[in-house]
């Protein structure tokens, strides 16, 4: 199955525990970093992505821009939910439906720009030291 209308797309209810509830009151009291990737809006789709992810612009089969932006907005809210943890790809990839190769891609250049797991150690913590914004080309 391939979700061919962004509307199709399934809310980012991505296994969340009674954890985030005990956690709620932390994270509203402390504030996260911004991310690196200060050219990065939601709401918008910035020309390094139309450029790295050509297929969803080209006009042709179905991949379209509001595809990209859907699979995109789902992933970067999901991983906002909980940002004091590590959002991995196969929760990403069971909640989506489509190519899988074409999702990886849209996950790993998230997490290349410090988008989305940004600032987290090995052990789930902050680790402003290890904070390496890759240039996705």
């Not at 992810?53 to 939910?81: C, D, I």
Request: proline letters at 6%.
């Amino acid at each position: 199955d391939i979700y061919h209308h962004p509307e199709d797309l399934p809310r980012p209810d991505l296994d969340l525990q009674e954890e985030e509830e005990l956690d709620c009151e932390v994270k509203r009291e402390t504030a996260l970093p911004e991310s690196p990737a200060n050219w990065f809006d939601l709401q918008q789709i910035h020309e390094r992505e139309m450029e790295h992810f050509g297929e969803y612009f080209s006009g042709k089969g179905y991949k379209t821009p509001e595809l990209f932006r859907a699979y995109r907005n789902f992933m970067v809210e999901a991983y906002l939910r909980n940002p004091r943890r590590y959002l991995a790809f196969v929760p990403c990839r069971r909640a989506l439906k489509g190519d899988v190769s074409s999702l990886l891609k849209i996950y790993s250049f998230l997490k290349a720009q410090g988008i989305i797991n940004y600032c987290l150690g090995t052990d789930g913590n902050y680790d402003f030291k290890s904070l390496d914004v890759a240039q996705v080309s």
